[in-house]
């Protein structure tokens, strides 16, 4: 089973999930993924919105179509230093190297894990960073 396999199983599983419960959003993270499932309306009947009229659909209760998101750890601790100045809305493909961890004059390499675009740069360059502390946000394609 390929890795895109696996992550659209587990996207299914948890809409499945999300179905079935009164939550609204459900948020996964490990190591390094994290998902978001937000469920949008209902599918049941209220027997009071049946007998009365409703109000035409505005612009602003449409809610906004959220992506599935994957995080960034980083792999060791040490100074983060990113390979450009990332912003939001930047693409990326899987294994771009988004920057690297100096760490006792080594240097280890972060690459994107995932295509998609940068939706959220949570380190600074130049910044210290710990194991596993997230530095970017990809919104998945």
Excluded: C
Excluded at 51 to 68: C, G, I
């Amino acid at each position: 089973m390929s890795d895109t396999d696996h992550v659209l199983g587990l996207l299914d599983d948890l809409m499945r999930l999300a179905e079935g419960s009164a939550a609204e959003t459900i948020e996964v993270e490990a190591d390094s993924f994290a998902v978001s499932v937000t469920r949008r309306g209902t599918a049941r009947a209220d027997a009071s919105l049946a007998t009365t009229e409703r109000p035409a659909a505005t612009a602003s209760d449409a809610q906004p179509v959220r992506l599935p998101t994957q995080r960034v750890h980083a792999t060791t601790v040490g100074i983060f230093n990113p390979e450009r100045e990332w912003k939001a809305g930047d693409a990326v493909s899987r294994g771009d190297v988004l920057g690297g961890i100096k760490s006792l004059g080594h240097v280890a390499k972060i690459v994107a894990p995932a295509d998609g675009q940068v939706r959220e740069v949570l380190v600074a360059g130049g910044a210290p960073v710990e194991y596993g502390q997230p530095l970017l946000v990809i919104t998945l394609r």
